[in-house]
């Protein structure tokens, strides 16, 4: 049987950093459409909504062939989780008689993630028994040698493994760090444990370019000079 798969693309009108930031054009694009074409693309996402409490972005959305859910207003200041976006637009779809496997969350700031993307690390989850998949981009993992000191406290102590502290380089675990461009998640397994983040959960790596999460002007301006020098090498 096909799974049915939802896709939840989160846009509040507000942001601190970069005012207006899911809308701001890449490219000529709103950056919010980048991920919205991305979710149609994909092969195994069956419904492509934009959760938001902006009538602009609304009207940019279904512009682009999404289906709008309007978030309300305890879910529309920046205190409000991820995970809770994702669980209003499952209830509200469940009470509309929709009902979903498996949730793919797609952060609107991460425009270099592909449908091709969203594919292959759906792919990797169903040949997995994991219950959720994160992307990740691979990060120096020197990190696993460090300390840390608690404030009112009189020593230091490794952040993770004492034995990784004096490990050599080459012995230690690679790392990774969340890109924020792909979250996979079973719809039981977030509604049970409300988190992204399962026991069995699985990566899929993407590259420094690709992982790219805008957040300010000057990430705009260099997601911009990647778009164009890969427009230049065709």
């Not at 942001?15 to 890449?26: G, V």
């Not at 879910?75 to 929709?98: C, F, G, P, Q």
């Amino acid at each position: 049987m096909t799974k049915r798969v939802l896709a939840v693309i989160p846009a509040r009108g507000g942001s601190k950093d970069l005012p207006r930031k899911n809308i701001l054009e890449l490219q000529g694009i709103p950056l919010i459409a980048w991920s919205i074409k991305a979710s149609l693309n994909s092969h195994y996402i069956t419904k492509t909504i934009v959760s938001t409490d902006d009538e602009e972005i609304s009207e940019i959305a279904e512009h682009n062939g999404a289906f709008v859910i309007k978030r309300p207003k305890n879910l529309s200041d920046d205190t409000a989780s991820s995970v809770s976006v994702a669980r209003h637009a499952i209830e509200y779809l469940k009470a509309h008689n929709e009902v979903f496997d498996d949730l793919v969350f797609l952060q609107p700031t991460s425009p270099l993630r592909t449908s091709e993307d969203i594919d292959n690390a759906y792919q990797s989850f169903m040949n997995s028994d994991a219950c959720s998949l994160i992307s990740v981009v691979e990060i120096d993992n020197k990190c696993l040698k460090s300390f840390i000191k608690q404030p009112q406290e009189d020593y230091i102590k490794a952040i993770h493994d004492n034995k990784y502290a004096f490990t050599r380089r080459q012995d230690l675990p690679l790392t990774y760090l969340s890109n924020g461009a792909i979250y996979i998640v079973t719809v039981p397994e977030l509604l049970k444990n409300n988190n992204f983040y399962a026991e069995k959960t699985i990566e899929y790596v993407m590259d420094e370019l690709t992982s790219i999460d805008i957040d300010s002007q000057e990430d705009l301006a260099y997601a911009e000079s990647i778009l164009k020098s890969k427009d230049a090498g065709k």
